[in-house]
């Protein structure tokens, strides 16, 4: 079954300093990947996502995700966190982007934690 | 242009007792997902609602049922309401073509006394 791992489920970063989350995934096709945020008492935003074109994705906020079919990764990354970049992030996968009904696998989430 | 809403935003109900939370989708949407969230966990999906019929089921029991209406917009139902039924509930809409993301509400959070 499609599955996505996220390593870590605290990240401490300073403020200006890089922000990598990991997630690695699990799929017996091509998948499409997401990367959500999540702050205090909300849903889900979508940051950016992968559907198969460019394998170097750029999404909201200054972040960014490398796809690398190799080594089944899909890192979120930013240059240089900002305190309002604290929250919850959720990598997600759909199992069978094929088909015309895309429910979302989620990891267990990463929560970022930005000091001054 | 509003997106995804849901009501109401908190509700308590005790063991037993059954549950409507409601979902509209964002303009354009003609596809509605439901998410569990438990505490500390990542969404869990329930099921999807597309052209008012269930297209797709989670690894959830019969408790759970749904519906979609004419307009897209989507109820959720649980009856025999358990305590680990408590968390948050998350409606997601989108196009049903493949490659379109889904846009989350911000969830109606369900406790169990």
């Known amino acids: 079954a499609q599955s996505v791992t996220q390593l870590g489920s605290h990240v401490s970063v300073s403020e200006g300093a890089l922000v990598l989350l990991r997630c690695n995934y699990s799929?017996?096709?091509?998948?499409?990947l997401f990367w959500y945020v999540q702050y205090p008492n909300q849903g889900l935003q979508l940051l950016l996502k992968?559907?198969?074109?460019?394998?170097l994705v750029k999404g909201i906020n200054g972040f960014e995700a490398e796809f690398k079919k190799s080594e089944t990764s899909f890192h979120l990354t930013k240059p240089s966190a900002h305190m309002s970049d604290a929250a919850e992030y959720f990598c997600?996968?759909?199992?069978?982007?094929?088909?015309?009904?895309?429910?979302?696998?989620f990891g267990t989430g990463t929560r970022l934690l930005v000091s001054p | 242009d509003a997106g995804v809403t849901q009501s109401p935003t908190h509700l308590i109900k005790t063991r037993g007792q059954q549950v409507t939370l409601r979902c509209s989708p964002k303009?354009?949407?003609?596809?509605v997902s439901w998410y569990q969230q438990a505490l500390g966990q990542g969404p869990q999906f329930i099921f999807q609602?597309?052209?008012?019929?269930?297209?797709q089921r989670g690894n959830f029991p019969d408790r759970f049922s749904g519906h979609q209406f004419p307009n897209y917009s989507s109820e959720l139902n649980v009856n025999a309401l358990l305590l680990g039924d408590s968390a948050l509930y998350l409606c997601?809409?989108?196009?049903?073509?493949?490659?379109?993301?889904?846009?989350f509400g911000d969830g109606t959070r369900l406790s169990i006394l």
């Open positions: 997601a809409s989108s196009l049903a073509a493949g490659s379109q993301p889904q846009h």
């Open positions: 799929s017996s096709v091509p998948p499409y």
């Open positions: 992968y559907t198969s074109a460019a394998t």
């Open positions: 997600a996968v759909t199992p069978n982007p094929n088909t015309g009904f895309q429910k979302l696998v």
């Open positions: 303009s354009g949407h003609d596809t």
């Open positions: 609602y597309y052209e008012e019929e269930e297209r």
